[in-house]
Each structure stands twice: as C-alpha cells, then as structure tokens.
C-alpha cells in the first residue's frame, strides 16, 4: 500500500489483481469441471479464505456449488477478481509517510557535485526531487548524494597546491 501511494493521485481509481499469478478463467472452469465444493472454498485457494468468503457474498449467483454455477458467472467473478476498482478516501498523511515526492527539481543541480545553480549552495537527499521505492533506495540516494556533496566540498576547500 505505501508503495501504491507514490504513484496515486489524489480522488482516482486504483484498479487491483487480486490473483495476479493465476488464470482465473481457466481455474475457475477446471474446479467446475472436477470439484463439488462451494465456489467460496474453491476460490480459497487462490486468494485469502476471508477474502474469498466475502467476495461472493457480492452476488447470489457465486453462492452455490461451483459445479453449479453459470459460465457467466465465473466469467464474471474473474473478471472482477482481477480488475478490483476502489478509489481510496485519502491516506494517512506525514503520520504515516515514509518518503516525500516532490522537492528541488534534479535538473537544477549537478549530478556530480549536488550544487544548485546558485554557487555554494548544494541540495541532497529527500530535499531533492527523488523518489525511491520503498526497501532502502531512499536510504541509499541520501547517504550517496550526501557522500557525492561532500567529496565535492571537501575538493573546494582543500588549499591548491
Ligand atoms: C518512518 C520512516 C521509515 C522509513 N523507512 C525507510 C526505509 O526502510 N528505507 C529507505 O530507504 N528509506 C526509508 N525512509 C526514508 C528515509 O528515512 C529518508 O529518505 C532519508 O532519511 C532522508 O535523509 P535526509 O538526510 O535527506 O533527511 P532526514 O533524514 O530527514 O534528515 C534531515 C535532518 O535535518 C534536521 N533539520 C530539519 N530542519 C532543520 C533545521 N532548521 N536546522 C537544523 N537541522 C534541521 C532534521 O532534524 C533531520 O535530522 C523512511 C522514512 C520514515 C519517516
């Protein structure tokens, strides 16, 4: 979810796979072809039990024996499964968030010394307009940009021989 919030703007859609590995279609006609079980519990198999017992309280037609069902019902069913369309109500703001975006545009300052066009002064880190995925490439983008700035400052006031 934090990841996905990088990415979404604000009052749209994000649209979810919920099996994302699976070939609903063909999953769902293979048990209808062999199973006697509920279409909640086939469907337990391919995502959450909670989930799939929730799922199918969505319609009467996913309510039975999946050996029972329409075809058009478990068209239906994956197609929803996989295309789960929700428009969140907003996120938890600064309390919450691990990494702005946004923040002092990149092409404004030198990839080797961190400097603004502005002499002397330099930008680094999360002040910048870089954004990483979450798992350390935020960490990695402030320590080396801090590291690519100081060997650069360190250059500057080092008395020339
Ligand atoms: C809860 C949380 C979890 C995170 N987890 C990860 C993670 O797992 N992996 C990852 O890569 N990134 C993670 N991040 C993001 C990462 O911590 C930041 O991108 C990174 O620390 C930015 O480093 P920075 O030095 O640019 O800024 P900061 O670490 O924010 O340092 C800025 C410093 O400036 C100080 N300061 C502010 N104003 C002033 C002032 N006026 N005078 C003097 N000092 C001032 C602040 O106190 C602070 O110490 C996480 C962030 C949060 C909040």
């Given at each position: 979810?934090?990841?996905?919030?990088?990415?979404?703007?604000?009052?749209?859609?994000?649209?979810?796979?919920?099996?994302?590995?699976?070939?609903?279609?063909?999953?769902?006609?293979?048990?209808?072809?062999?199973?006697?079980?509920?279409?909640?519990?086939?469907?337990?198999?391919?995502?959450p039990s909670r989930l799939a017992d929730t799922w199918v309280q969505?319609?009467?037609?996913?309510?039975?024996?999946?050996?029972?069902?329409?075809?058009?019902?478990?068209?239906?069913?994956?197609?929803?499964?996989?295309?789960?369309?929700?428009?969140?109500?907003?996120?938890?703001?600064?309390?919450k968030a691990e990494v702005t975006l946004g923040g002092v545009d990149?092409?404004?300052?030198?990839?080797?010394?961190?400097?603004?066009?502005?002499?002397?002064?330099?930008?680094?880190?999360?002040?910048?307009?870089?954004?990483?995925?979450?798992?350390?490439?935020?960490?990695?983008?402030?320590?080396?940009?801090?590291?690519?700035?100081?060997?650069?400052?360190?250059?500057?006031?080092?008395?020339?021989?």
């Amino acid at each position: 979810m934090l990841q996905i919030s990088s990415y979404w703007r604000e009052g749209t859609p994000i649209r979810l796979n919920l099996a994302p590995d699976t070939d609903l279609p063909a999953a769902l006609a293979r048990a209808k072809a062999s199973s006697r079980k509920r279409i909640a519990n086939e469907l337990a198999q391919l995502v959450p039990s909670r989930l799939a017992d929730t799922w199918v309280q969505q319609e009467s037609a996913w309510q039975r024996p999946i050996a029972e069902a329409s075809d058009k019902a478990l068209a239906q069913l994956a197609e929803r499964l996989a295309r789960w369309e929700l428009t969140p109500t907003g996120t938890e703001g600064y309390r919450k968030a691990e990494v702005t975006l946004g923040g002092v545009d990149t092409r404004d300052l030198s990839s080797q010394t961190m400097e603004s066009k502005q002499p002397g002064l330099y930008f680094i880190g999360e002040v910048v307009d870089v954004t990483g995925w979450l798992g350390g490439y935020n960490f990695q983008w402030a320590w080396a940009s801090g590291h690519a700035c100081a060997q650069a400052l360190a250059a500057r006031l080092r008395p020339s021989a």
